[in-house]
C-alpha cells in the first residue's frame, strides 16, 4: 500500500520556534507538495518540488522554507513559528510529468499549534 | 488566478436524502483534469475521481455520480440516498497547465444526519 507519511500528527510550538515538519513518500514520485488547510480557504499550496534539491514557491511561501535532499523526503521549515502559522499542514506527492489516476497521494496532516 | 469554487461551504441532509456538491472552475487551458477528493475526519484526504477535459462524459460509481459540464466550467458530485459515513469534506480541484499542480476549491463540508 503506496503512502506519504507525515512524522506527527499534533504539534505544540512556542513563538519564535524553529518548527521542522517532515514527509516521507514511498512511491518514487518526483513531485512533492507541503499545502495549509485553513477552514473556509481550503488548501493553499506553500511550496512545492518536482526533483531533488529544486523547490519552488507556491502561493503562500512567506514564512516557510522547504528542503529536499532525498527524492523520498520533503521538509517544511517555520523559520520563526507565528500565531497566525496555527494550522493543519498536508504533505502530498505525485508522479511526473503528468498527474496520474489518483492525482496526489496525501498524508495523514499535521495539525499545529504556536502558543 | 484561475479559481476553483466550491460555493456551499456547508451542507446538512438527512440520511437517505440526495445531495448536489457544486464545483465551478476556471481555465485557459484546452486540456485539464479535474478531481474530487473526500476529506473525513481523520484528516487524510482520499481520492474519488479524475475526469479528463476532453471526456464529458458523466460517470456514476455506486452511489456516487458526478457531471461534467465544459460549456460552464461545472464539475458538480451528487450523493444518492446519503449515509452517515458520507460527513466529510469534500474538496474539488483542477489540474495547472503543466499538469503537474492541482488547485483545490475552499472544501463543502457535508453533514449527514441519522
Known amino acids: ?21 517532515e514527509c516521507v513518500q514511498d512511491m518514487d514520485h518526483e513531485n ?10 481550503g488548501l493553499r499550496l506553500i511550496y512545492f518540488s518536482y526533483d531533488v534539491k529544486m523547490k519552488e514557491k507556491g502561493d503562500i511561501p512567506e514564512g516557510y522554507s522547504v528542503s529536499r535532499e532525498k527524492k523520498e523526503r520533503f521538509s517544511l521549515i517555520l523559520e ?3 500565531t497566525n502559522q496555527t494550522s493543519m499542514y498536508l504533505c502530498a506527492s505525485s508522479s511526473s510529468p503528468w498527474l496520474s489516476n489518483y492525482g496526489y497521494t496525501f498524508g495523514s496532516g499535521t495539525r499545529l499549534t504556536v502558543v | 488566478a484561475q479559481k476553483v469554487t466550491q460555493a456551499q461551504t456547508e451542507i446538512s441532509v438527512v440520511e437517505k436524502e440526495d445531495v448536489t456538491l457544486d464545483c465551478v472552475y476556471e481555465t485557459r ?18 481520492f474519488l475521481i479524475r475526469r479528463n477535459s ?8 455506486g452511489r456516487y455520480s458526478w457531471n461534467f459540464q465544459k460549456s460552464t466550467s461545472s464539475f458538480n458530485f451528487t450523493i444518492t440516498a446519503s449515509q452517515v459515513v458520507d460527513s ?8 495547472s497547465g503543466s499538469a503537474r499542480q492541482l488547485t483545490f476549491g475552499s472544501g463543502t463540508q457535508l453533514t449527514v444526519l441519522p
Open chain 2, 29 to 46: 487551458d484546452t486540456t485539464y483534469y479535474l478531481f474530487w477528493y473526500k476529506q473525513p475526519p481523520s484528516g487524510e484526504l482520499v
Open chain 2, 88 to 95: 466529510a469534506v469534500y474538496f474539488c480541484a483542477r489540474s
Open chain 1, 1 to 21: 500500500d503506496v503512502k506519504v507519511t507525515q512524522s506527527s500528527r499534533y504539534l505544540v510550538k512556542r513563538t519564535g520556534e524553529k518548527v521542522f515538519l
Open chain 1, 32 to 41: 512533492m507538495f507541503w499545502y495549509r488547510q485553513d477552514p473556509g480557504l
Open chain 1, 80 to 82: 520563526s513559528a507565528s
Open chain 2, 54 to 61: 476532453f471526456d464529458e462524459q458523466n460517470e456514476i460509481s
